[in-house]
């Protein structure tokens, strides 16, 4: 079951400036995993218990990429004027470059300590608690979701934490070019 909303933004280069931009928001949910992959139903003869968000399910999403040519050098709205000596050092310049931002993929807490035949087992989330909230003192590298919000489970209990219930870190990317231009001459 998938779900999405889409927008893009787009500038043609005019100005020295052109960039294109666009952001998705989706929900993506399965009872089941991928062939690399599996989450497991806790019950197996009831596969709606694995009903959850997907682990290929990334909230929010937005990509941008740009290029900027620095207005400096002639031809351009600074040193219009300069000489050819100082445009070969100042002028011709451009920075290009490509932002990703995404929301962490879901993952399974799991347990290995109940009681009985289970598909899997999990803990249990602490009444009125999040786990998905930042821990006490802030989230870090090493602790990113609230472990007080769990416990074990309840004897002969699969546990009641869902299945890709838990956000993994997001992710924040840019990859950026500065570039010079210049014309070779007989």
């Known amino acids: ?32 995993g991928t062939p690399l992959t599996w989450a497991s139903a806790t019950n ?15 909230r929010h999403n937005f990509t941008t990429g740009f290029t900027y040519e620095v207005p400096v050098g002639k031809g351009r709205a600074l040193g219009a004027d ?12 451009s920075l290009n470059g490509i932002l990703s931002l995404r929301t962490g993929q879901p993952l399974t807490l799991g347990y290995n300590g109940c009681q009985g035949v289970w598909g899997s087992c999990r ?7 999040d786990p998905n909230n930042a821990p006490p003192g802030g989230r870090s590298a090493s602790k990113w979701f609230d472990t007080s919000a769990l416990t074990n489970p309840a004897p ?6 869902g299945a890709y219930n838990v956000r993994r870190p997001g992710t924040s990317t840019l990859d950026a070019s500065l570039f010079k231009t210049f014309s070779l001459t007989e």
């Open 1 to 32: 079951n998938y779900h999405a909303l889409t927008g893009k933004l787009e500038k043609r280069l005019s100005g020295g400036v052109e960039f294109i931009s666009s952001y998705t928001w989706s929900h993506a949910i399965a009872n089941s």
């Open 44 to 58: 197996p003869l009831d596969f709606r218990t694995a009903y959850a968000n997907a682990l290929w399910d990334i």
């Open 82 to 93: 300069m000489s050819s000596a100082l445009n070969h050092v100042v002028g011709g310049w």
């Open 123 to 129: 803990p249990d989330i602490v009444a009125g608690k």
């Open 156 to 161: 002969l209990t699969p546990g009641n934490s």
